[in-house]
């Protein structure tokens, strides 16, 4: 198997490594660390540093009142989990990462799809707050319409592959769109691109008639 090409940058190797990502963002990240060894050694290397450096912090007395609240908080029952895993999925679409596979109810051939634009469809995993992760099939050889992106988004390859003016994109490899990068990618491989898209907000069509697109079949 390749490795990958596009890595996850430092901040957020550190933000994974000390847990405070949100649940989605850690998803596309662990996906990628899922095929990308270096950046599993990355991820090690930030933990291990973190770890001697909490050894080093002297621990401050902590008051009545918090250690309190804190003990109470453990007769509290468990928060129910934010998605439904289902049992069998860890059956199904194995040529998936295992942390994706959790999040899908059925397998990637019989699963509901919903409809994105010409030659796209998709379907949501996660959703929090305004952000949305969801994968995305797009199919071979197509040109996707260009479009905005109001918020940075987070791209992670899963199998296939797509080009636009920042590079080849191939399984495994992770994109950071920043706000407001216009892009039209291609999918330039023979297979459909399956791809997992972490995105804040609705994608905003560039161009005359795309926009007159948006305007008839939306979001
Ligand atoms: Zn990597």
Redesign the pocket.
């Known amino acids: 198997m390749t490795v ?1 090409m596009h ?2 940058e430092g901040d957020m190797i550190v933000a994974y490594a000390a847990g405070t990502l949100s649940e989605g963002l850690s998803l596309v990240v662990a996906a ?1 660390l899922s095929y ?1 060894p ?2 599993r050694m990355r991820v090690a290397t930030a933990e291990a540093v973190g770890g001697a450096v909490l050894e080093e912090m002297t621990p401050e007395p902590v008051s009545q009142d918090k250690l309190a609240a804190v003990l109470g908080r453990l007769d509290e029952p468990e928060a129910a989990p934010t998605l439904q895993a289902c049992a069998n999925a860890k059956l199904l679409n194995t040529s998936l990462p295992g942390c994706v596979r959790r999040y899908l109810p059925a397998d990637l051939d019989t699963i509901q799809w919903g409809w994105s634009g010409p030659g796209v469809k998709h379907v949501q995993l996660l959703r929090e707050g305004d952000i949305d992760v969801s994968i995305y099939h797009c199919k071979s050889g197509i040109s996707m319409i260009e479009h905005d992106h109001v918020a940075d988004e987070a791209a992670l390859i899963l199998s296939g592959g797509f080009s636009d003016a920042k590079g080849s994109y191939r399984r495994g490899d ?1 994109q950071i769109i920043e706000a407001g990068y216009v892009h039209a990618p291609v999918v330039d491989t023979s297979d459909p691109c399956l791809c997992l898209v972490l995105k804040r907000g609705p994608t905003k069509l560039t161009g005359r008639l795309p926009r007159l697109f948006q305007k008839l079949f939306g979001p």
Do not use: D, G, M
């Open positions: 990958p890595h996850i990628h990308c270096k950046c992770f």
